[in-house]
């Protein structure tokens, strides 16, 4: 399931890339986000149901990928530091823009990759699905949240004292950006 996920990501990126020659260079804006994560971790061991909750912060770069005026599409590649996890979280949001006051929605995958080989998993290679609101505040200052559910299970040997388990990550991630060239709307 991840191999997949991973195609999908590579081919819509390379899509939007690729489609990008025929574009204006305004139909691309690049910049950078950072902000807070709050993380829940799920696992289910023998029918009992244990949470646990971490936060952290992150930082990253992004590209804003102009389909159409109103259709987005947003790669990003983020690092975060959650309680004891280094993570990389490579989402690839569509977003769709609300009238021209800068309120958009957005939706779609992310590819995460814990950091570290002392993590108690091999399953380094989680897949998500997000969602989420953001709000420009300026032409180049932007602010996002998202929630997202991690579809995969990852396998880990010793967490929260229980033995040989399944868990996933579920985050809730704020962010405020920054985008290199203004958007034209505001």
Partial sequence: MIRIGLLILTFLVSTSFANAQ???????KTGFIAGFVYAEVVTDKENELINDYGSGGYVGTFADIYITE????QPAINFAYVND???????????????DK??????GPKVTYLLGKDIGTKDQFGWEL???LGVDITKSF?????????VSRRKV????????????????IIGIGYRLSPVDRL
């Fill in 157 to 172: 040997d010793d967490f929260l004292d229980k033995q040989s388990q399944d868990f996933k990550f579920n985050n809730i």
């Fill in 85 to 99: 996890f280094s993570i990389l979280y490579f989402p690839l949001m569509v977003k769709y823009h609300i009238g």
């Fill in 130 to 132: 997000g969602g989420g």
């Fill in 70 to 73: 109103k259709i987005h599409l």
């Fill in 22 to 28: 025929n574009r204006r260079s305004k139909d691309i």
């Fill in 142 to 150: 932007f602010v996002e949240a998202r929630y997202t559910y991690e």
């Fill in 102 to 107: 800068g309120f958009n929605i957005q939706a």
